[in-house]
């Protein structure tokens, strides 16, 4: 691990809506981006904001010094223009204090710059930015920030950081460290629109490479069934669609679709940042609240304890040597963290090279060990309760629990072990067991932590250990 003096990493992360945004930032991000309905690359209305709840979300971020991007990253048609620009004259007039746009076009980056000179535009990585070059021609268009496409490997980023600072170019660079990832170039996919009219880069993917698929060859089931296909082609036939065949080729760097594993630079955090990147983007704005807090916990405290490391000069002291197998104990703590949640195996995509990885055949994601039961939106004593020691709070109820299950809780400070102790709805009458999601109730937990009510903070989540 190199020792030099780094200005910080920012730690950016997805926020689908409010609740998510507000998870992030509680839990560590230093930025967060999020999209208005129609015009970002996640389009389901229930995943994104509107210009009441975006200003909610700036307002609850900015005084947790939080950061806030707002994306207009999808590829326009020419018929959309102008309600595009409509709905950036609506946020101009509503006079949000955005602290960036994220866009992909060079039409749109156009219109924002028009209506925004003073605001930073961030160029997407579905720009497919890769070389000094084009990064230096999207900084004398007046961009100020470049989210590097995904398909550059370290040393390439390494080599375009030495140059831009070589030549004192004021870009700064983000790469995405985790999360799902598209098998087409940066989202380039025709699969989705193809098979069901969704296009891609409008926000409306349907993930088509996460479908079960059957392989069919000449020599087996195509020669049977009269496709009257050429020897040697090989086809993939999606199981709700018989006799709809795609044909697969291969050029010499491999075939690129199909279901990925998910991107994570966690084990490769130093070498990550020391490559000169100056965001760390999470992909996931489709993803859960706890999942973003699971996440965003794991990479906060991961960046924190390497620029812990990083500020011990002597490299052979011993101070330096325990806080180096510190840090190794504390990411191999939290990759089994990552290992807890929901995801599709992981791998450093393009980061480290091209290497001989496996991607997930089997099936398209590999179940959790852990599952959220609730998040806490209220901390303080309920009317009822007579607890002297331990923890109150009002939850949101995510999945069924009962008085007497030991369960934890994750928070920004750390993750504890608790026994729920008592249930009350509403309406102050005390539960043995919640079933429904989506409902509010207060509860009453002990645990053997001392003090644990000073570490737990609203956004806070409760979880169970699958067996």
Same mark, same amino acid.
């Given at each position: 691990m190199k020792n030099k003096n780094l200005k910080k990493i920012e730690l950016l992360c997805p926020a689908g809506d409010l609740d998510r945004l507000k998870t992030a930032v509680v839990f560590g991000a230093d930025a967060v981006y999020c999209g208005l309905s129609d015009f970002s690359l996640r389009s389901a209305r229930e995943l994104n904001f509107t210009l009441e709840t975006l200003r909610e979300g700036i307002e609850f971020a900015h005084a947790r010094n939080a950061k806030v991007y707002l994306t207009f990253n999808i590829f326009p048609h020419e018929w959309m223009m102008k309600d595009l620009e409509k709905e950036i004259l609506n946020i101009k007039n509503s006079i949000l204090n955005i602290d960036g746009f994220i866009v992909a076009d060079l039409g749109m980056f156009s219109l924002i710059k028009k209506h925004f000179p003073d605001i930073p535009i961030h160029v997407s990585t579905q720009a497919n930015t890769l070389n000094i070059e084009a990064i230096k021609m999207w900084g004398e268009l007046g961009a100020e920030r470049i989210v590097l496409a995904r398909e550059l490997t370290l040393g390439e980023i390494r080599e375009i950081?030495?140059?831009?600072? $070589?030549?004192? /170019?004021?870009?700064?660079l983000e790469v995405f460290g985790h999360g799902a990832m598209c098998m087409a170039y940066s989202g380039r996919c025709l699969l989705s629109k193809y098979f069901t009219g969704r296009e891609a880069n409008l926000g409306e993917c349907a993930? &088509?490479?996460?479908?079960?698929?059957?392989?069919?060859?000449?020599?087996? @089931?195509?020669?049977?069934? @009269?496709?009257?296909v050429p020897s040697g082609q090989i086809f993939i036939e999606e199981e709700t669609r018989p006799g709809d065949l795609l044909e697969i080729q291969e050029d &010499? @760097?491999?075939? /690129?679709?199909m279901n990925s594993k998910d991107l994570c630079v966690l084990d490769i955090l130093d070498q990550f940042i020391e490559s000169g990147i100056d965001s760390l983007k999470i992909e996931g704005r489709t993803k859960s609240s706890f999942y973003v807090a699971v996440v965003t916990y794991v990479y906060r405290k991961a960046i924190d304890e390497y620029y812990k490391l990083s500020?011990?000069? @002597?490299?052979?002291? =011993?101070?330096?040597?325990? $806080?180096?197998?510190?840090?190794?104990?504390? !990411?191999?703590?939290?990759?089994?963290?990552?290992? =807890? !949640?929901q995801n599709r195996g992981y791998w450093h995509g393009f980061l480290i090279g091209r290497h001989d990885y496996q991607q997930e055949y089997d099936t398209a994601a590999i179940r959790p060990t852990v599952i959220p039961v609730g998040q806490?939106?209220?901390?303080?004593?309920?009317?009822?309760?007579? =607890?002297?020691h331990g923890a109150n709070f009002l939850m949101d109820v995510m999945n069924k629990f009962k008085v007497g299950e030991e369960l934890e809780i994750l928070t920004p400070n750390g993750i504890y072990p608790i026994k729920v102790k008592k249930i009350i709805d509403e309406k102050s009458k005390e539960l043995?067991?919640?079933?429904? &999601?989506?409902?509010?109730?207060?509860?009453?937990?002990?645990?053997?932590?001392k003090n644990l009510e000073s570490k737990i903070s609203e956004r806070s989540i409760l979880?169970?250990?699958?067996?």
């Open positions: 950081s030495k140059k831009l600072k $070589a030549k004192s /170019y004021k870009l700064e993930q &088509p490479c996460r479908w079960r698929y059957k392989i069919k060859s000449q020599k087996s @089931n195509l020669k049977n069934q @009269n496709y009257g &010499p @760097n491999g075939t /690129y679709f500020q011990i000069s @002597n490299l052979k002291s =011993q101070k330096y040597g325990v $806080a180096l197998r510190q840090y190794k104990k504390t !990411i191999k703590e939290l990759m089994d963290e990552l290992n =807890q !949640i806490v939106i209220e901390i303080g004593m309920h009317k009822g309760s007579t =607890q002297e043995e067991e919640i079933l429904k &999601p989506k409902e509010k109730v207060w509860i009453e937990i002990e645990s053997r932590i979880r169970r250990k699958m067996k």
